[in-house]
């Protein structure tokens, strides 16, 4: 089946350090999402990407679609400590359904303050 | 309270036995999603629905099955738990317009 990889698994940074997760895909995507899941909570939605090459911003985290739609990656600048918790990227495949995501297996990111 | 409920939030229970995991949502939405998550392997997909006359199997259905009883109620069941379905579940809502999912709290499943 489609498959979506992401890497690091892990990362560890000191606080006020950078930090980037890296989805990458064989196929072309439709649309990426990205998630984040803090230490025993559920996944939450950070944002969506649909266009080759966006760039999106929020605060202090910058997301990317890849011009090919075949990867994106998510960079946090100079993390804190609320920055820690597991992201996710979440794919949907071009010319497949719309009903369902393919998620990664997830970047678990901790911060030492 | 929470755009997404799941009952039981934490459960126990023998190999063999039958158990339901329930979730409801305030949400609105028409779609709904049941996904398991193991260390390191992310969220996998069992089930979903796009509306009560309507079921789908996800990747990793075996074992499992789901009961659309309204479209703001959507459970999942293991028919004969065993221990490698030990695991965290998370139910998830969405709707058609490519938006993010929204996901409840989880239940946190123990097979002894």
């Known amino acids: 089946g489609q498959q979506v990889m992401q890497i690091p698994q892990y990362q560890h940074v000191q606080e006020g350090e950078d930090f980037t997760t890296y989805c990458n895909s064989s196929t072309t995507l439709s649309n990426i999402q990205w998630y984040k899941q803090r230490p025993g909570g559920h996944p939450v939605f950070l944002i969506q990407l649909v266009k080759s090459g966006e760039v999106k911003k929020q605060k202090r985290l910058t997301f990317q679609f890849g011009e090919a739609k075949k990867n994106s990656s998510l960079h946090i600048t100079a993390t804190q400590t609320t920055d820690v918790g597991t992201y996710f990227c979440a794919a949907k495949y071009s010319g497949g359904s719309n009903y369902k995501l393919t998620f990664g297996k997830g970047t678990l990111l901790t911060v030492n303050p | 309270d929470a755009d997404v409920t799941q009952t039981p939030r934490n459960r126990i229970t023998k190999t063999g036995k039958r158990i339901m995991l329930e979730c409801s949502q305030t949400?609105?939405?028409?779609?709904m999603y049941w996904y398991r998550q193991d260390p390191g392997l992310g969220l996998r997909l069992i089930y979903y629905s796009f509306d009560v006359k309507d079921i789908n199997k996800g990747e990793i259905s075996d074992g499992y099955s789901v009961s659309r009883q309204a479209q703001a109620k959507f459970s999942l069941s293991l028919e004969s738990a065993i221990p490698n379905q030990t695991a965290l579940y998370f139910c998830a809502t969405g709707t058609g317009k490519d938006y993010g999912y929204t996901f409840g709290s989880g239940t946190r499943l123990t097979v002894v």
């Open positions: 949400k609105g939405h028409d779609r």
